[in-house]
C-alpha cells in the first residue's frame, strides 16, 4: 500500500476553512484514500473516503487531484470541537490500515 | 447499540504476566482488528480478523495472541508482557457491506512495569 505524508501540525481559524493536505505520489490505480481523526486520546472516526472523484459528506469534502497524488480534505466551517489529529490513508482491498503520525490540526477561537 | 466496547479501560502489570484484553462488538460486524498507539505515533495494525474463525498478522503482531471463536468477541492476549507492549490498545470493528468505515473502542491503556 502506499505511503502517505501530511504536515505535522496546522491552525486554523474558527469558522474557516481547514483544508488538510496529504501526499500519496506513489498511490496506484486500486488504491482509495480514506481520512480518519482522533479526537484527544478518543478511538479514531471515520470521515470521508474516495478513489479518484471529489466526495462529500455531513462532515467533511475530499478533493483527489487528477493525478491522483494528493489529495486535500476540507472542513468547510471549522468548529473547536474539531481541534483533532487528523489521519490520511491509502489502501486497497484489504485491512491493513497504516495510520502514520498525521496532522494536528488546532481550531483557534 | 453499545457499538465496541473494551475492557479494562487501565491495567498495570509486571514483567512477565499475562493478560487478555476484551473487545466486543454488537453491530454483527465481520471486521475486527486491534492497533496499539504509542505516546506521539499513529496507530499500528497488530492482528485483524474478517470473520469467525479467521484471523492474520498486522503491522505489529510479535507478542501477541488472537482468536476469533465468534463475530462478537475478539480477544488479544499478552502471552509474557514486557514494558515495551506499554501503550493504549486500540479494538475496532465494521461491517462487509460497509467495510472501510471503521468503529474505534474507547481504547485500553495497558502499562507494564
Known amino acids: 500500500d502506499a505511503k502517505t505524508t501530511q504536515p505535522p501540525s496546522m491552525d486554523c481559524a474558527e469558522g474557516r476553512a481547514a483544508n488538510l493536505p496529504c501526499n500519496h505520489s506513489t498511490i496506484s490505480g486500486n488504491e482509495y484514500v480514506y481520512w480518519y481523526r482522533q479526537i484527544h486520546s478518543q478511538g479514531p472516526q471515520y470521515i470521508i473516503h474516495?478513489?479518484?472523484n471529489n466526495e462529500t459528506n455531513e462532515m467533511a469534502s475530499l478533493i483527489i487531484t487528477e493525478d491522483r497524488k494528493s489529495s486535500t480534505l476540507i472542513l468547510p466551517h471549522a468548529t473547536l470541537r474539531d481541534t483533532a489529529v487528523y489521519y490520511c490513508?491509502?489502501?486497497?482491498?484489504?485491512?491493513?490500515?497504516?495510520f502514520g503520525t498525521g496532522t494536528r490540526l488546532k481550531v483557534l477561537a | 447499540n453499545a457499538g465496541v466496547t473494551q475492557t479494562p479501560k487501565f491495567q498495570v502489570l509486571k514483567t512477565g504476566q499475562s493478560m487478555t484484553l476484551q473487545c466486543a462488538q454488537d453491530?454483527?460486524?465481520?471486521?475486527m482488528s486491534w492497533y496499539r498507539q504509542d505516546p506521539g505515533m499513529g496507530l499500528r495494525l497488530i492482528h485483524y480478523s474478517v470473520g469467525a474463525g479467521i484471523t492474520d498478522q498486522g503491522e505489529v503482531p510479535n507478542g501477541y495472541n488472537v482468536s476469533r471463536s465468534t463475530t462478537e468477541d475478539f480477544p488479544l492476549r499478552l502471552l509474557s508482557a514486557a514494558p515495551s507492549q506499554t501503550s493504549v490498545y486500540f479494538c475496532?470493528?465494521?461491517?462487509?457491506?460497509?467495510?472501510?468505515?471503521?468503529?474505534f473502542g474507547p481504547g485500553t491503556r495497558l502499562l507494564v512495569l
Open positions: 490513508i491509502v489502501l486497497s482491498g484489504t485491512y491493513k490500515y497504516i
Open positions: 453491530m454483527n460486524h465481520e471486521y
Open positions: 474516495g478513489l479518484k
Open positions: 475496532a470493528s465494521s461491517g462487509s457491506d460497509d467495510w472501510e468505515t471503521q468503529y
